[in-house]
């Protein structure tokens, strides 16, 4: 495979769910993020992972929590979500020396 | 004021004309500009990125930057029904690690 791969690509979970997604990039990139999509608003910046360093949003709740274990794969763990969170979470990832992304195709989530 | 901002539109083109796209921003200490094009249903594209004041051409496609006025556009030449898709304006910078932000997009139509 090459790209940025995300899964799944669409999930349906309640309130009191547990879940994780995924995002694994095979470009040999060094920066991987998160991003949230909802209708009509601007792509919202949720973490970042790159050899410098972690950057987090404060914005962002406590029921989403990153995890990075390594260069090529990047997950969201979620737990105890609310009806607003459901949005597109798109994935990214961008190479040393570039500043574009590439992104994955993106999990729809759906809270209920 | 949004970090960066576009008219949502949606912005309607005969096709074979140009379709100008516009975009301002906010900090003035941003150092990349990019534009991306999301299919309805897909993941954001990179098409072309400009770094410097003045005109980058690519095909079809010639980004625009006049960091003086924090202005970025994107004109499309001969615009194709194929080109119909929203537009997102894109920031980028260094600091403490390099992120992007995003402006919630243009929709553009082009009419066969």
């Known amino acids: 495979e090459t790209g940025v791969t995300q899964t799944p690509r669409h999930l349906v979970m309640g309130m009191t769910n547990k879940k994780s997604l995924k995002c694994e990039q095979h470009l040999g990139h060094n920066a991987m993020y998160w991003y949230k999509q909802s209708a009509k608003k601007p792509l919202e910046l949720m973490f970042v992972y790159s050899l410098e360093e972690r950057v987090e949003n404060n914005s962002v709740p406590s029921r989403f929590s990153p995890e990075c274990p390594n260069s090529s794969h990047l997950f969201l763990h979620l737990h105890t979500l609310q009806p607003e969170d459901s949005a597109l979470y798109l994935c990214a990832s961008r190479g040393q020396g570039s500043y574009g992304y590439t992104f994955g195709s993106g999990t729809r989530l759906t809270v209920v | 004021q949004k970090e960066v901002e576009q008219n949502s539109g949606p912005l309607s083109v005969p096709e074979g004309a140009i379709a100008s796209l516009n975009c301002t921003y906010s900090?003035?200490?941003?150092?990349?500009f990019f534009w991306y094009r999301q299919y309805s249903g897909k993941s954001p594209e990179l098409i072309m990125s400009i770094y410097s004041n003045g005109d980058k051409e690519d095909g079809r496609f010639t980004a625009q930057l006049n960091k003086a006025s924090q202005y970025v556009s994107l004109l499309i030449r001969d615009s194709q029904p194929s080109d119909s898709a929203t537009y997102l304006c894109a920031v980028g910078r260094n600091t403490g690690g390099f992120k992007t932000i995003f402006g919630a997009g243009t929709r553009l139509f082009v009419k066969a």
């Open positions: 900090d003035r200490g941003s150092q990349s």
